[in-house]
């Protein structure tokens, strides 16, 4: 890849960023960043060479986002190195990392929920305001979660026109304007 531009080094800056106030790895994000806004796939070297960071640690991040499923191993014609780019579209990546997260997060948060419950029915020393509170958070997450599962089968046609409902929802609601 070329000499990054000024916009694309403040973008790939910014996602790194972002990236660690999510909890993923700057440079995991910064390596996603340059293969999402790069017109071709990137191999390892290149990706080095282009971000300034050590070959080792293109590797460990590459296989991190190849788990996540947000970037792929292509191959090029007439070249033996291992090439990578990054999904382009951004419905299916913002569902794909939705998708992890409730995976790595949701999931065991609510499975723990339901065992700290569990617990709490037959353990004596367990107020009730506590057991209240458990209860109400494992509901939350169960029907946001069945909310989320509803959505995720929606073509991302649909998905799109219901997100740029914005205010016009509440109104359909009878919730009142857009305030």
């Known amino acids: 890849m070329p000499r990054l531009s000024p916009v694309q080094q403040r973008f790939i800056l ?7 106030r999510w909890g993923i790895n700057r440079t995991v994000a910064q390596i996603h960043a340059l293969l ?3 017109p071709k796939p990137l191999h390892a070297e290149e990706i080095a060479e ?15 986002l190849q788990g996540w499923g ?4 292509v191959h090029v014609l007439g070249d033996k190195r291992d090439h990578f780019e990054s999904m382009k579209d951004v419905w299916l990546l913002f569902r794909v990392v939705l998708d992890e997260r409730k995976r790595r997060e949701i999931d065991p948060t ?3 929920l339901r065992e700290c419950i569990a617990e709490a029915e037959q353990d004596k020393e367990t107020d009730q305001y506590t057991e209240d509170r458990l209860r109400a958070l494992h509901e939350f997450f169960e029907t946001t979660t069945a909310w989320y599962l509803q959505l995720r089968q929606w073509p991302t046609s649909a998905l799109t026109r219901f997100v740029k409902l ?3 929802a509440r109104k359909l609601l009878g919730l009142g304007g857009d305030a």
């Open 110 to 112: 609510l499975a723990v």
């Open 70 to 73: 947000i970037v792929k191993l």
């Open 36 to 38: 999402y806004i790069s």
């Open 166 to 168: 914005g205010g016009k």
């Open 50 to 64: 282009t971000l300034g960071v050590a070959r080792s640690n293109v590797s460990t991040s590459l296989k991190e």
């Open 14 to 20: 910014h996602w790194g960023e972002m990236g660690a």
